[in-house]
T-cell receptor
Framework: GQNIDQPTEMTATEGAIVQINCTYQ??????LFWYQQHAGEAPTFLSYNVLDGLEEKGRFSSFLSRSKGYSYLLLKELQMKDSASYLCAVLDSNYQLIWGAGTKLIIKP | ETGVTQTPRHLVMGMTNKKSLKCEQH?????MYWYKQSAKKPLELMFV???????ENNSVPSRFSPECPNSSHLFLHLHTLQPEDSALYLC???????????????FGPGTRLTVT
């Protein structure tokens, strides 16, 4: 079966750095996405990785290792507004998105 | 109006009611999706339409009936639902996968459905 694993909840301090991990086992791979979802709102696209390595986009970076079936989302200089759920999703061989259950990130002052 | 819109935002219905959810995208995409989101569970893909044609139906009960009259509009018709169908229903759109990318999906704000 297809499976995406990520921690259920994480807590971090304002101004700090946090890394949210995602591991996957899917039938085929056409890229990995990270989305942010604030409570009561739609998921919004953060990043897409299809090749190994680190992609940096402002305070957010995303890393992929296809051989390990592993990705992480790195958030720097955390702000209170970063409190949200972060969803990992893999595009499988049929170009369907397989979703993780999301990681709820709580930022404390 | 930009992006992906959904109406209504909230819906309470009895088990014998019939209602419809509406989604509209203004992004020029050719693929549209219905997802169900329940608390602490992964997003569940329900239906996929590419160029108005249904390409995926992930074992969804027949009490959910999708309709896609054109590439910009998507409906989800609901009838004789069960309390366990209470969830957030999200619509999304993207370029069709034959286009070679980009593949990211853009979501509407969702309809919070409560079945009593």
């Amino acid at each position: 079966g297809q499976n995406i694993d990520q921690p259920t909840e994480m807590t971090a301090t304002e101004g700090a750095i946090v890394q949210i991990n995602c591991t996957y086992q899917t039938s085929g791979f056409n890229g990995l996405f990270w989305y942010q979802q604030h409570a009561g709102e739609a998921p919004t696209f953060l990043s897409y990785n299809v090749l190994d390595g680190l992609e940096e986009k402002g305070r957010f970076s995303s890393f992929l290792s296809r051989s390990k079936g592993y990705s992480y989302l790195l958030l720097k200089e955390l702000q209170m507004k970063d409190s949200a759920s972060y969803l990992c999703a893999v595009l499988d061989s049929n170009y369907q998105l397989i979703w993780g259950a999301g990681t709820k990130l709580i930022i404390k002052p | 109006e930009t992006g992906v819109t959904q109406t209504p935002r909230h819906l309470v219905m009895g088990m014998t009611n019939k209602k419809s959810l509406k989604c509209e995208q203004h992004l020029g995409h050719n693929a549209m999706y219905w997802y169900k989101q329940s608390a602490k569970k992964p997003l569940e893909l329900m239906f996929v339409y590419n160029f108005k044609e249904q390409t995926e139906n992930n074992s969804v009960p027949s009490r959910f009936s999708p309709e896609c009259p054109n590439s910009s509009h998507l409906f989800l018709h609901l009838h004789t639902l069960q309390p366990e169908d209470s969830a957030l229903y999200l619509c999304a759109s993207s370029q069709d996968t034959s286009a070679g990318g980009p593949y990211e999906q853009y979501f509407g704000p969702g309809t919070r459905l409560t079945v009593t």
